[in-house]
């Protein structure tokens, strides 16, 4: 009876998960003093991700989200955000109508990048870039080495977003993909909101395995 009720108390899978993310989420809350911090969220979209990379979304022509810009702005605002971006696909008119009324917004968009050995489609998250530095982003970005090779000669901070998620009809990934990227980019989002927390979690795991050594 007691090995039952011990039994029954341990937390499932799905606990687990947010018992772990949880835990690593209040340890990196305590780093840096909340004073010297903003608060954002990096990666959002509104009603001009019109054209999706999902296969159903094209085929329908149906945009990411139908939320119009100034919703999605009161939205971040009433939950706290210092600064305010939207990291539409592969444009950024909402931040520049943003900018042109006079809104403090950071500049972003979520490119769609060509990875032509593996014959994958990844997408990077970038921001503070000009208007000029979009146009050449979007022709780069048919070649993911020299969009990054760009952005590094521009000083364009660039994240890897939902990392085990990417669109191929290679069935032939291995680990060696996922080390390629761990050396290409600085940083990676490990809490998507779209994706389910075990994405997020196992996407926690692989990048605490990164050692410098490693």
Request: with cysteine.
């Amino acid at each position: 009876m007691s090995n039952y009720l011990q039994s029954k108390q341990q937390p499932n899978f799905r606990e687990s998960l947010d018992l772990e993310f949880k835990q690593f989420l209040n340890q990196q809350s305590t780093r840096f003093d909340p004073e010297n911090c903003l608060k954002i969220d990096l990666h959002c979209h509104d009603h001009n991700s019109d054209v999706p990379d999902e296969l159903w979304g094209r085929i329908l022509r149906l945009p990411e989200t139908w939320l119009k810009t100034q919703k999605l702005v009161k939205t971040l605002q009433a939950t706290g955000c210092s600064v305010v971006t939207i990291t539409n696909h592969n444009n950024a008119r909402s931040c520049w109508n943003l900018v042109d009324k006079g809104t403090d917004a950071l500049v972003g968009a979520e490119f769609t990048c060509y990875f032509p050995e593996y014959e994958l489609f990844i997408h990077v998250l970038a921001y503070g870039f000009t208007r000029e530095q979009e146009e050449v982003l979007n022709q780069k970005r048919q070649d993911v080495y020299d969009f990054l090779r760009y952005t590094t000669e521009q000083d364009i901070p660039v994240i890897l977003p939902h990392p085990l998620y990417f669109y191929t009809k290679n069935e032939k990934i291995d680990l060696s993909l996922f080390e390629k990227l761990a050396v290409m980019f600085y940083r990676f989002e490990i809490l998507n909101g779209q994706r389910d927390l075990w994405q997020s979690v196992l996407t926690l795991n692989w990048m605490q395995s990164l050692t410098p050594k490693k």
